[in-house]
Protein backbone atom coordinates (compact mmCIF):
# COMPACT_ATOMS: atom_id res chain seq x y z
CA UNK A 1 0.00 0.00 0.00
CA UNK A 2 1.33 3.37 -1.20
CA UNK A 3 1.43 5.93 1.87
CA UNK A 4 0.78 9.97 1.28
CA UNK A 5 1.50 12.65 3.66
CA UNK A 6 -1.72 14.04 5.12
CA UNK A 7 -1.73 18.01 4.05
CA UNK A 8 1.56 20.07 5.31
CA UNK A 9 1.50 17.88 8.71
CA UNK A 10 3.72 15.11 9.54
CA UNK A 11 1.31 12.26 9.44
CA UNK A 12 1.35 9.45 6.65
CA UNK A 13 -1.65 7.98 5.95
CA UNK A 14 -2.61 5.01 3.66
CA UNK A 15 -3.70 5.78 -0.36
CA UNK A 16 -7.04 3.66 0.50
CA UNK A 17 -8.74 3.97 3.78
CA UNK A 18 -12.00 2.05 4.70
CA UNK A 19 -14.98 4.21 5.64
CA UNK A 20 -17.46 2.42 8.28
CA UNK A 21 -20.37 3.94 6.88
CA UNK A 22 -21.53 0.19 6.11
CA UNK A 23 -21.44 -0.66 10.02
CA UNK A 24 -25.16 -0.13 11.13
CA UNK A 25 -27.87 -1.51 12.81
CA UNK A 26 -29.52 -4.59 11.16
CA UNK A 27 -32.46 -2.84 9.07
CA UNK A 28 -31.64 0.62 8.88
CA UNK A 29 -33.59 2.15 5.46
CA UNK A 30 -31.89 2.12 2.37
CA UNK A 31 -28.35 1.28 3.46
CA UNK A 32 -26.97 -2.54 3.33
CA UNK A 33 -25.68 -3.39 7.11
CA UNK A 34 -22.97 -4.61 7.99
CA UNK A 35 -22.78 -7.03 10.82
CA UNK A 36 -19.96 -7.12 13.54
CA UNK A 37 -18.30 -10.55 12.46
CA UNK A 38 -17.99 -9.66 9.47
CA UNK A 39 -17.09 -5.84 9.89
CA UNK A 40 -13.69 -7.60 11.83
CA UNK A 41 -13.40 -9.78 9.05
CA UNK A 42 -13.19 -6.91 6.41
CA UNK A 43 -10.73 -4.92 8.88
CA UNK A 44 -8.51 -7.77 9.24
CA UNK A 45 -8.23 -7.49 5.17
CA UNK A 46 -7.48 -4.17 5.37
CA UNK A 47 -5.11 -4.45 7.35
CA UNK A 48 -3.49 -7.42 5.79
CA UNK A 49 -3.26 -4.66 2.78
CA UNK A 50 -2.42 -2.20 4.20
CA UNK A 51 -5.42 -0.27 4.52
CA UNK A 52 -4.66 1.49 8.20
CA UNK A 53 -6.99 4.14 8.16
CA UNK A 54 -10.71 3.85 9.00
CA UNK A 55 -13.01 6.58 9.13
CA UNK A 56 -15.92 7.09 10.91
CA UNK A 57 -18.76 9.55 12.51
CA UNK A 58 -20.41 9.97 15.94
CA UNK A 59 -23.55 9.73 14.29
CA UNK A 60 -23.18 6.87 11.79
CA UNK A 61 -25.78 4.58 13.29
CA UNK A 62 -26.09 6.89 16.24
CA UNK A 63 -23.01 5.67 16.73
CA UNK A 64 -23.21 1.95 16.44
CA UNK A 65 -20.26 2.32 13.68
CA UNK A 66 -17.80 3.30 16.00
CA UNK A 67 -19.31 0.99 18.52
CA UNK A 68 -18.58 -1.96 16.11
CA UNK A 69 -14.79 -0.65 14.47
CA UNK A 70 -14.04 -0.16 18.35
CA UNK A 71 -14.82 -3.61 18.80
CA UNK A 72 -12.86 -4.86 15.47
CA UNK A 73 -9.98 -2.94 16.32
CA UNK A 74 -9.27 -4.17 20.10
CA UNK A 75 -5.88 -5.01 20.89
CA UNK A 76 -4.74 -3.69 18.05
CA UNK A 77 -5.08 -0.36 18.33
CA UNK A 78 -1.48 0.53 17.95
CA UNK A 79 -1.89 -0.58 14.24
CA UNK A 80 -4.46 1.46 12.97
CA UNK A 81 -5.13 5.22 12.44
CA UNK A 82 -9.21 6.22 13.54
CA UNK A 83 -10.44 8.73 11.37
CA UNK A 84 -14.13 10.09 13.10
CA UNK A 85 -16.32 13.16 12.68
CA UNK A 86 -19.12 15.16 14.80
CA UNK A 87 -21.48 17.80 14.01
CA UNK A 88 -24.63 16.26 12.60
CA UNK A 89 -27.72 16.25 14.80
CA UNK A 90 -27.03 13.46 17.62
CA UNK A 91 -30.54 13.86 19.39
CA UNK A 92 -33.40 15.76 19.64
CA UNK A 93 -32.06 18.27 21.94
CA UNK A 94 -30.79 21.45 20.68
CA UNK A 95 -27.08 21.28 21.59
CA UNK A 96 -27.29 17.58 20.31
CA UNK A 97 -25.80 18.93 16.48
CA UNK A 98 -23.39 21.56 15.63
CA UNK A 99 -19.64 22.46 16.40
CA UNK A 100 -20.80 24.28 19.98
CA UNK A 101 -18.14 23.41 23.16
CA UNK A 102 -21.23 21.51 24.42
CA UNK A 103 -21.55 19.52 21.61
CA UNK A 104 -18.09 19.28 20.40
CA UNK A 105 -16.89 18.15 24.01
CA UNK A 106 -19.79 15.44 24.53
CA UNK A 107 -19.16 14.20 21.00
CA UNK A 108 -16.06 13.46 21.50
CA UNK A 109 -16.05 12.27 24.72
CA UNK A 110 -18.83 9.56 23.60
CA UNK A 111 -16.52 8.53 20.55
CA UNK A 112 -13.59 7.98 22.39
CA UNK A 113 -15.60 5.64 24.80
CA UNK A 114 -17.29 4.00 21.83
CA UNK A 115 -14.41 2.87 20.03
CA UNK A 116 -12.75 1.67 22.88
CA UNK A 117 -9.24 4.21 22.66
CA UNK A 118 -7.76 7.20 24.54
CA UNK A 119 -7.20 9.43 21.86
CA UNK A 120 -8.38 9.90 17.81
CA UNK A 121 -5.85 10.52 15.80
CA UNK A 122 -7.98 12.24 12.93
CA UNK A 123 -11.06 14.43 14.13
CA UNK A 124 -12.89 16.36 11.41
CA UNK A 125 -16.22 18.54 12.03
CA UNK A 126 -19.05 16.79 10.00
CA UNK A 127 -20.46 19.62 8.67
CA UNK A 128 -19.93 23.73 9.08
CA UNK A 129 -22.37 25.47 12.05
CA UNK A 130 -22.93 28.94 11.10
CA UNK A 131 -24.68 29.89 14.55
CA UNK A 132 -21.32 28.73 16.61
CA UNK A 133 -18.67 31.32 16.38
CA UNK A 134 -15.41 30.03 14.88
CA UNK A 135 -13.23 30.55 17.70
CA UNK A 136 -15.20 28.52 19.96
CA UNK A 137 -15.65 25.39 17.79
CA UNK A 138 -11.59 26.10 17.27
CA UNK A 139 -10.29 26.58 20.61
CA UNK A 140 -12.21 23.32 22.33
CA UNK A 141 -10.56 21.30 19.44
CA UNK A 142 -7.55 23.21 20.41
CA UNK A 143 -8.08 21.93 24.52
CA UNK A 144 -8.26 18.53 23.42
CA UNK A 145 -5.24 18.04 21.42
CA UNK A 146 -3.39 19.62 24.19
CA UNK A 147 -4.81 17.41 26.47
CA UNK A 148 -3.43 14.01 23.75
CA UNK A 149 -7.07 12.88 23.19
CA UNK A 150 -6.56 14.23 19.31
CA UNK A 151 -3.71 14.77 17.56
CA UNK A 152 -4.74 15.96 14.23
CA UNK A 153 -8.13 17.99 13.21
CA UNK A 154 -9.78 18.99 10.08
CA UNK A 155 -13.06 19.90 8.33
CA UNK A 156 -16.20 18.07 5.70
CA UNK A 157 -18.24 19.62 3.73
CA UNK A 158 -16.95 23.57 4.17
CA UNK A 159 -16.67 25.98 1.15
CA UNK A 160 -13.76 27.52 0.39
CA UNK A 161 -14.71 30.87 2.72
CA UNK A 162 -15.66 28.94 5.94
CA UNK A 163 -12.28 27.20 5.73
CA UNK A 164 -10.33 29.89 5.12
CA UNK A 165 -11.98 32.13 7.86
CA UNK A 166 -11.31 28.95 9.86
CA UNK A 167 -7.64 28.98 9.28
CA UNK A 168 -7.08 33.05 9.72
CA UNK A 169 -8.47 32.36 13.62
CA UNK A 170 -6.44 29.67 14.17
CA UNK A 171 -3.72 31.64 12.81
CA UNK A 172 -4.66 34.77 14.88
CA UNK A 173 -4.98 32.86 18.21
CA UNK A 174 -2.41 29.92 17.68
CA UNK A 175 -4.70 27.36 17.94
CA UNK A 176 -4.46 24.00 15.92
CA UNK A 177 -4.27 23.94 12.38
CA UNK A 178 -6.44 22.00 10.03
CA UNK A 179 -4.44 19.36 8.08
CA UNK A 180 -6.95 17.94 6.14
CA UNK A 181 -10.37 17.97 4.65
CA UNK A 182 -13.11 15.73 3.81
CA UNK A 183 -14.52 16.33 0.46
CA UNK A 184 -16.87 14.91 -2.09
CA UNK A 185 -14.94 14.19 -5.23
CA UNK A 186 -15.38 12.27 -8.47
CA UNK A 187 -14.97 11.66 -12.01
CA UNK A 188 -19.25 12.83 -12.14
CA UNK A 189 -18.48 15.70 -9.30
CA UNK A 190 -15.54 17.80 -9.63
CA UNK A 191 -16.25 20.66 -7.79
CA UNK A 192 -13.96 20.20 -5.75
CA UNK A 193 -11.13 21.57 -8.33
CA UNK A 194 -12.73 25.13 -8.63
CA UNK A 195 -12.09 26.43 -5.58
CA UNK A 196 -11.40 24.55 -2.37
CA UNK A 197 -8.62 22.54 -4.14
CA UNK A 198 -6.42 25.73 -5.00
CA UNK A 199 -6.91 26.60 -1.15
CA UNK A 200 -5.81 23.01 -0.40
CA UNK A 201 -2.63 23.37 -2.63
CA UNK A 202 -2.10 27.40 -1.24
CA UNK A 203 -2.92 26.30 2.46
CA UNK A 204 -1.24 22.53 2.71
CA UNK A 205 -4.44 20.57 3.47
CA UNK A 206 -4.51 17.01 1.99
CA UNK A 207 -7.98 15.54 1.11
CA UNK A 208 -9.76 12.81 2.36
CA UNK A 209 -12.09 12.03 -0.82
CA UNK A 210 -15.58 10.63 0.19
CA UNK A 211 -17.78 8.49 -2.31
CA UNK A 212 -14.81 8.24 -4.66
CA UNK A 213 -17.53 6.74 -6.87
CA UNK A 214 -20.45 9.05 -6.88
CA UNK A 215 -22.60 7.10 -4.72
CA UNK A 216 -22.02 3.50 -6.68
CA UNK A 217 -22.63 5.64 -9.98
CA UNK A 218 -18.98 4.28 -11.02
CA UNK A 219 -18.78 0.74 -9.84
CA UNK A 220 -20.02 -0.37 -13.40
CA UNK A 221 -23.70 -1.39 -12.20
CA UNK A 222 -25.05 1.18 -14.43
CA UNK A 223 -24.46 1.63 -18.20
CA UNK A 224 -25.66 3.28 -21.53
CA UNK A 225 -28.75 1.45 -22.38
CA UNK A 226 -29.06 -0.51 -19.65
CA UNK A 227 -31.26 -1.19 -16.50
CA UNK A 228 -31.36 -0.01 -13.41
CA UNK A 229 -30.30 -1.60 -10.36
CA UNK A 230 -32.02 -4.10 -8.85
CA UNK A 231 -34.94 -1.97 -6.13
CA UNK A 232 -33.53 -3.57 -3.07
CA UNK A 233 -29.54 -2.34 -4.13
CA UNK A 234 -29.05 1.08 -2.02
CA UNK A 235 -27.67 2.68 -5.43
CA UNK A 236 -31.29 2.56 -6.34
CA UNK A 237 -32.91 3.49 -3.02
CA UNK A 238 -30.09 6.35 -3.18
CA UNK A 239 -30.20 7.23 -7.02
CA UNK A 240 -32.27 10.59 -6.59
CA UNK A 241 -30.30 11.84 -3.22
CA UNK A 242 -26.40 11.80 -4.16
CA UNK A 243 -24.88 14.41 -5.48
CA UNK A 244 -26.53 16.03 -8.73
CA UNK A 245 -25.08 14.84 -12.56
CA UNK A 246 -26.16 14.55 -15.65
CA UNK A 247 -27.04 11.63 -17.13
CA UNK A 248 -25.10 12.11 -20.34
CA UNK A 249 -22.18 13.26 -18.83
CA UNK A 250 -22.67 10.04 -16.32
CA UNK A 251 -22.79 8.32 -19.34
CA UNK A 252 -20.20 9.72 -20.90
CA UNK A 253 -17.64 9.24 -18.90
CA UNK A 254 -19.03 5.34 -18.58
CA UNK A 255 -18.06 5.28 -21.70
CA UNK A 256 -14.84 6.19 -21.41
CA UNK A 257 -14.07 3.94 -18.61
CA UNK A 258 -15.40 1.11 -20.59
CA UNK A 259 -12.80 1.51 -23.06
CA UNK A 260 -10.01 2.00 -20.43
CA UNK A 261 -11.21 -1.49 -18.80
CA UNK A 262 -10.53 -3.53 -22.13
CA UNK A 263 -7.28 -1.39 -22.29
CA UNK A 264 -5.91 -2.21 -18.72
CA UNK A 265 -7.60 -5.10 -17.85
CA UNK A 266 -8.89 -3.05 -14.48
CA UNK A 267 -12.51 -3.25 -13.71
CA UNK A 268 -14.14 0.88 -13.89
CA UNK A 269 -14.29 1.12 -10.45
CA UNK A 270 -10.34 0.50 -10.05
CA UNK A 271 -10.19 2.92 -12.81
CA UNK A 272 -12.34 5.53 -11.47
CA UNK A 273 -10.51 5.30 -7.80
CA UNK A 274 -7.07 5.62 -10.06
CA UNK A 275 -7.95 8.38 -11.63
CA UNK A 276 -8.56 10.24 -8.39
CA UNK A 277 -5.48 9.14 -6.62
CA UNK A 278 -3.22 10.91 -9.46
CA UNK A 279 -4.87 14.40 -8.48
CA UNK A 280 -3.27 17.30 -6.32
CA UNK A 281 -4.10 17.10 -3.06
CA UNK A 282 -5.40 13.85 -2.51
CA UNK A 283 -4.18 12.33 0.60
CA UNK A 284 -6.83 9.08 0.94
CA UNK A 285 -9.47 8.32 -0.47
CA UNK A 286 -12.15 6.33 1.32
CA UNK A 287 -13.32 3.39 0.22
CA UNK A 288 -16.39 1.54 1.70
CA UNK A 289 -17.01 -2.67 1.37
CA UNK A 290 -19.67 -4.83 2.37
CA UNK A 291 -17.85 -7.65 1.39
CA UNK A 292 -14.46 -9.17 1.04
CA UNK A 293 -14.58 -9.26 -2.50
CA UNK A 294 -15.62 -6.01 -3.15
CA UNK A 295 -12.87 -4.75 -0.72
CA UNK A 296 -10.24 -6.20 -2.93
CA UNK A 297 -11.25 -5.19 -5.79
CA UNK A 298 -10.89 -1.79 -4.03
CA UNK A 299 -7.43 -2.60 -3.05
CA UNK A 300 -6.29 -3.15 -7.10
CA UNK A 301 -6.87 0.23 -8.08
CA UNK A 302 -3.11 0.95 -5.99
CA UNK A 303 -0.19 -0.05 -7.27
CA UNK A 304 -0.48 1.19 -11.06
CA UNK A 305 -1.10 4.65 -12.94
CA UNK A 306 -3.18 5.62 -16.10
CA UNK A 307 -1.52 7.00 -18.76
CA UNK A 308 -1.43 10.90 -19.44
CA UNK A 309 -3.23 10.11 -22.24
CA UNK A 310 -5.60 7.49 -20.82
CA UNK A 311 -6.14 10.90 -17.72
CA UNK A 312 -6.73 12.90 -20.50
CA UNK A 313 -9.74 10.95 -21.96
CA UNK A 314 -11.26 11.23 -18.47
CA UNK A 315 -10.90 14.75 -18.05
CA UNK A 316 -12.21 15.58 -21.60
CA UNK A 317 -15.54 13.34 -20.44
CA UNK A 318 -16.10 15.03 -17.20
CA UNK A 319 -16.64 18.57 -17.69
CA UNK A 320 -16.51 20.59 -15.06
CA UNK A 321 -18.52 24.05 -15.42
CA UNK A 322 -16.87 27.22 -14.30
CA UNK A 323 -18.95 29.25 -11.78
CA UNK A 324 -18.34 33.22 -11.71
CA UNK A 325 -15.22 34.35 -10.69
CA UNK A 326 -13.52 31.50 -11.88
CA UNK A 327 -14.36 32.23 -15.68
CA UNK A 328 -13.31 35.57 -15.51
CA UNK A 329 -10.07 34.71 -13.86
CA UNK A 330 -8.99 32.38 -16.88
CA UNK A 331 -9.34 35.09 -18.96
CA UNK A 332 -7.06 37.22 -17.39
CA UNK A 333 -2.79 37.35 -17.87
CA UNK A 334 -1.24 36.50 -14.43
CA UNK A 335 2.15 35.79 -16.50
CA UNK A 336 4.36 38.83 -16.06
CA UNK A 337 7.36 38.01 -17.91
CA UNK A 338 5.80 37.51 -21.04
CA UNK A 339 6.80 40.14 -23.65
CA UNK A 340 4.00 42.64 -23.72
CA UNK A 341 4.39 43.51 -27.33
CA UNK A 342 2.56 39.92 -28.73
CA UNK A 343 -0.99 39.63 -28.81
CA UNK A 344 -2.47 38.99 -24.83
CA UNK A 345 -3.15 34.85 -25.39
CA UNK A 346 -6.82 33.58 -24.25
CA UNK A 347 -6.21 31.82 -21.37
CA UNK A 348 -9.79 30.06 -21.15
CA UNK A 349 -9.94 26.58 -21.89
CA UNK A 350 -13.29 24.46 -23.43
CA UNK A 351 -15.24 23.29 -20.28
CA UNK A 352 -14.12 19.71 -20.88
CA UNK A 353 -10.38 18.85 -20.18
CA UNK A 354 -9.62 22.40 -18.21
CA UNK A 355 -6.44 22.32 -16.16
CA UNK A 356 -5.67 21.80 -12.89
CA UNK A 357 -3.96 24.22 -11.15
CA UNK A 358 -0.45 24.08 -10.27
CA UNK A 359 1.39 22.66 -7.63
CA UNK A 360 2.66 25.22 -5.31
CA UNK A 361 6.70 25.29 -4.95
Known sequence: MEYRRLGASGMMVPALSFGTGTFLPPGTPGRTAVDPERARRLVDVCLDTGITMFDTASTYGGGHAEEVLGSAIKGRRDKVIISTKAGQPAGPGPNELGLSRANLTASIERSLRRLGTDYIDVFQYHVYDPMTPVEESLSTLDSFVRAGKIRYIGVSNFSAWHLMKSLAVSEKHHFTRYVVQQVY??????????????????????????????????????RRGGVMPEATSRLHATWDLGPPVENETLFNVIDVLEELAVETGKSIAQIALNWLLQRPTVSTIIVGARDEAQLRENVGAVGWNLTAEQVARLDAASPIRPLYPNWFHEDFEFDRTRDRSKPVPRNRRPIAGRALPAEKP
Open 185 to 222: YSLIGRDYELELMPLALDQGLGAAVWSPLGWGRLTGKV
